[in-house]
Structures are given as structure tokens and as C-alpha cells.
T-cell receptor, first 115, second 115 residues
Framework: AQKITQTQPGMFVQEKEAVTLDCTYDTSDQSYGLFWYKQPSSGEMIFLIYQGSYDEQNATEGRYSLNFQKARKSANLVISASQLGDSAMYFCAMRDRGGSEKLVFGKGTKLTVNP | NAGVTQTPKFQVLKTGQSMTLQCAQDMNHEYMSWYRQDPGMGLRLIHYSVGAGITDQGEVPNGYNVSRSTTEDFPLRLLSAAPSQTSVYFC??????????????FGPGTRLTVL
């Protein structure tokens, strides 16, 4: 069965520093997609970055990068040069074929950026 | 494009009342889904649809019904509201062509309180 684990309920980082948010996943499929979403206090779900299981390069989108370690089944989100506006909940999620392409979420990490 | 729209934004119900949460998308996405978000639980899938006329259950379907008569609309019906259904509800959609590699686009959410 699909499973996403985010072991950090809360994280703190100083403004302008980098931070890594952990995500491990469990699937028996070879084809799957990994996604990170941001949820600010206003409540909307914002798509940040995506990694496909066959992608050889780590995904990057601006200040966001995904540290994809397939053998370890981890897909950590790295935010460089943190900004106050990065304070939010961050969710890791996965879709795989065995799960009928359903998107399964972890429980999230609350990131607080301190000035 | 309006993207994914949800109505209402807020709703208060009494136990036993019924209501329908509306969801519409204008991106011609085949895949649509409903999630509920509770504190500390991440997002959990209620029902999903891979196209008009096709629906299936997710992780927490009890107490909810869905139908998909058009590509654009995917309403969620609460048959007899219970306090345990107090939650934030998100509708999401995605293109099916890429399968597990497609991100889902989320609506703004509906905050439901059942008294």
C-alpha cells in the first residue's frame, strides 16, 4: 500500500538559511510521481515541485529543489535562502499506478521562518 | 481560466442536515477528487473520478456520495451531517494523460462545521 511519512511535525529556520524537509515513501510500483505542496495560513494548496520515478536528475524550481534518493525511498524538499513568506505547512504526496493514481499525502511539516 | 472553483467557502450545518459541496473545473481535466483535511491528519481522499460517469471510493468515503455527470463538475453530497464531518474540504483535478506524473490542482477549500 502507498504510504508517505513526514517525520518532522515542525521545523524552524532563520531567514536566508536553507532548510530540508524530510519525506519518505513506500510503494512497490516502478512508476510513481512525488509532489510537494505548500499550504500557507490562508489555506490554499500550492503546488511546488514534482519528481518522477524515472527522472535521473533532481527536480528544481527556483529556490525549491527535491533531493530524490530512490534506493532509500526518500524525496526531501530543500528550500534555499528561506524567506518569511515560506512559513507554512508543507505536504509531501505520491501517486502510483497500483493506487489507481490516487494522490496520497503525508501529515505535513509546519515550517516557521524566523527573522 | 478560473481553475478549480468550490462553493460555498464556509458552511455551518446542524446534525442530520444534508448538503452538497460544489466543485467545478474549466481545464478539461478527466481526473477529479475530494479530500478532507483535519488537524494533524494531512489530506485524506474521500472519493475520486477518472471521467464522467465513473467514480470510486477513497480512504474515507463513509457518509459521502458523489456523482460525475459532466467533465466539469464533481459535487460532494453529505447525506446526514455528523459532527465528525467537521473539516476543510478540498476538491482537486488533474489531466489523466500523464497518469501518475500529473500534479493535481486544488480548489480554495470549503470549511464545514457541523453542530
Amino acid at each position: 500500500a502507498q504510504k508517505i511519512t513526514q517525520t518532522q511535525p515542525g521545523m524552524f529556520v532563520q531567514e536566508k538559511e536553507a532548510v530540508t524537509l524530510d519525506c519518505t515513501y513506500d510503494t512497490s510500483d516502478q512508476s510513481y510521481g512525488l509532489f510537494w505542496y505548500k499550504q500557507p495560513s490562508s489555506g490554499e494548496m500550492i503546488f511546488l515541485i514534482y519528481q518522477g520515478s524515472y527522472d535521473e536528475q533532481n527536480a528544481t524550481e527556483g529556490r525549491y529543489s527535491l533531493n530524490f534518493q530512490k534506493a532509500r525511498k526518500s524525496a526531501n524538499l530543500v528550500i534555499s535562502a528561506s524567506q518569511l513568506g515560506d512559513s507554512a505547512m508543507y505536504f509531501c504526496a505520491m501517486r502510483d499506478r497500483g493506487g489507481s493514481e490516487k494522490l496520497v499525502f503525508g501529515k505535513g511539516t509546519k515550517l516557521t521562518v524566523n527573522p | 481560466n478560473a481553475g478549480v472553483t468550490q462553493t460555498p467557502k464556509f458552511q455551518v450545518l446542524k446534525t442530520g442536515q444534508s448538503m452538497t459541496l460544489q466543485c467545478a473545473q474549466d481545464m478539461n481535466h478527466e481526473y477529479m477528487s475530494w479530500y478532507r483535511q483535519d488537524p494533524g491528519m494531512g489530506l485524506r481522499l474521500i472519493h475520486y473520478s477518472v471521467g464522467a460517469g465513473i467514480t470510486d471510493q477513497g480512504e474515507v468515503p463513509n457518509g459521502y456520495n458523489v456523482s460525475r455527470s459532466t467533465t466539469e463538475d464533481f459535487p460532494l453530497r453529505l447525506l446526514s451531517a455528523a459532527p465528525s464531518q467537521t473539516s476543510v474540504y478540498f476538491c482537486a483535478s488533474s489531466y489523466s494523460g500523464g497518469g501518475v506524473y500529473n500534479e493535481q490542482f486544488f480548489g480554495p477549500g470549503t470549511r464545514l462545521t457541523v453542530l
